[in-house]
């Protein structure tokens, strides 16, 4: 990954287990940029770890403090570089759709906003739904599957560029978004 370009955000969103936090790292390390991951940033602010913030709080103050905080990323991105993971959850505030839609159209040239997709079967075993079940749970592996489909697609709606990261490790995936950006990332904050 390497080149000279301007500095700028490039701002990763994606469903649960399509990478956003682990890409996001991988290029952070590869450009030198700092990386801020929206799950980290909840998860510190409710003072609890990312993989149990969801469920330390009820899911609507999860909802907020994440559109708050991602509205804030989004903000800091329009001013320095930086890889942002936002994921996908924060993508239904309508604060941070407009910030991502702001970034887009007035600074494509610096920033960029890339959809990590991956494979429903994939994402499921990612995300450990792939493991037998009691049929009392019910309809959690096809309620997941909805979400993902109707976030994979918010996902493309909003970005500038499209990369799967169904066959590939986070270096791997690093190098296809910055390859698929056609810059590299540099410190110009």
Do not use: W
């Amino acid at each position: 990954m390497s080149g000279e370009a301007p500095g700028g955000a490039l701002i990763l969103i994606g469903p649960p287990g399509a990478g956003c936090s682990s890409v996001a790292r991988a290029i952070g390390d590869a450009q030198g940029l700092p990386v801020l991951d929206l799950g980290r940033l909840v998860a510190d602010e409710l003072g609890t770890r990312p993989d149990l913030a969801l469920v330390a709080v009820p899911e609507t103050e999860y909802r907020r403090v994440e559109a708050d905080t991602a509205a804030r990323l989004l903000e800091r991105a329009e001013t320095g570089s930086a890889v942002i993971a936002l994921g996908s959850g924060c993508l239904g505030a309508t604060g941070v759709r407009q910030g991502l839609e702001r970034l887009r159209l007035a600074n494509r040239q610096t920033h960029q906003v890339v959809a990590l997709t991956c494979a429903t079967r994939a994402l499921a075993t990612r995300n450990g739904l792939d493991a037998p079940r009691s049929v009392a749970l019910g309809t959690i592996h096809h309620q997941f599957v909805q979400m993902l489909h109707e976030r994979q697609a918010q996902c493309r709606d909003l970005a500038d560029v499209v990369i799967d990261t169904t066959s590939t490790n986070p270096d791997e995936a690093g190098q296809k978004v910055m390859s698929a950006v056609g810059t590299e990332l540099s410190r110009h904050s």
